[in-house]
């Protein structure tokens, strides 16, 4: 709140002023400037609070297809709009599962960032979410999440996981997006992996544990 509260002023201050000037403006201008670099700052701030508080969780029973449906509609018209095509390959039954949803959807939502920023030029997104195990045997659920994007460099594999690790111009990423996915799947439990092509694309895997006793294989889509 620190670091909030004084852009949340910043950023209404810039919002009256730039009432007082008439369109085409030079000084219009500038203000909108001082928006966008304020609303910047606003997101590296929150993305830093994100990575850096080690929130209690708030766990409830989860459907993870409501969940998935909610972030993607969230920013599925903005994926349209960069000619992203989403493909569900959503098995017919899958357990819920235990875990907090908002830090899910934040999982969620960076990973479909991320693959949509991997594309460009636009491509296909596959969402596959099937039950599956976890390494031990145990039930659990497989999402995954498919892009045709720029893929990543063997030599990166490995960093992408670092905080502050970005290929994205400056003042674009923070690098901590999937820094942030490693962190919540751990705290869940869960395993993420990624793997990739240059050229042809990246699949991030996340395994989580089913809710044991509830909703094996009783929903339906
Ligand atoms: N789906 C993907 N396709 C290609 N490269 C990816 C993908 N996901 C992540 N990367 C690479 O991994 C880097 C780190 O990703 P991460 O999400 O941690 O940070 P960021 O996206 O750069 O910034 P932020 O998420 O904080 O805005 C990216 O800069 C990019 O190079
Ligand atoms: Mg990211």
Redesign the pocket.
């Known amino acids: 709140h620190e670091l909030n509260n004084p852009l949340a002023t910043i950023s209404l201050r810039t919002e009256s002023l730039l009432e007082q000037f008439a369109d085409g403006d030079p000084k219009q201008h500038a203000l909108k400037i001082i928006g966008q670099e304020v609303e910047r700052m606003g997101n590296l701030v929150g993305?830093l609070l994100q990575f850096s508080r080690r929130s209690h969780q708030q766990i409830s029973t989860i459907d993870v297809y409501k969940e998935i449906e909610n972030t993607l509609n969230f920013i599925e018209h903005y994926l349209c709009s960069r000619q992203i095509n989403v493909v569900r390959e959503f098995a017919d039954t899958l357990p819920n599962i235990h875990a907090d949803r908002q830090q899910l959807r934040q999982v969620f939502l960076?990973l479909l960032?991320?693959?949509s920023?991997?594309m460009t030029q636009g491509g296909t997104l596959t969402l596959r979410v099937a039950a599956g195990q976890t390494e031990h045997g145990a039930g659990a659920i497989v999402i995954e999440f498919a892009?045709t994007?720029?893929?990543?460099k063997p030599e990166?594999l490995l960093k992408?996981w670092e905080p502050f690790?970005?290929?994205?111009g400056e003042g674009?990423?923070?690098?901590?997006?999937?820094?942030i996915c490693r962190r919540i799947v751990e705290e869940h439990k869960g395993t993420i992996n990624?793997e990739?092509e240059v050229g042809r694309?990246?699949t991030?895997r996340i395994t989580l544990r089913a809710a044991e006793g509830e909703g094996h294989g009783t929903h339906s889509v």
């Open positions: 993305n960076n960032t991320n693959a920023d991997a892009d994007g720029t893929g990543i990166d992408v690790f970005t290929t994205k674009k990423g923070t690098g901590l997006g999937l820094a990624i990739s694309g990246t991030v």
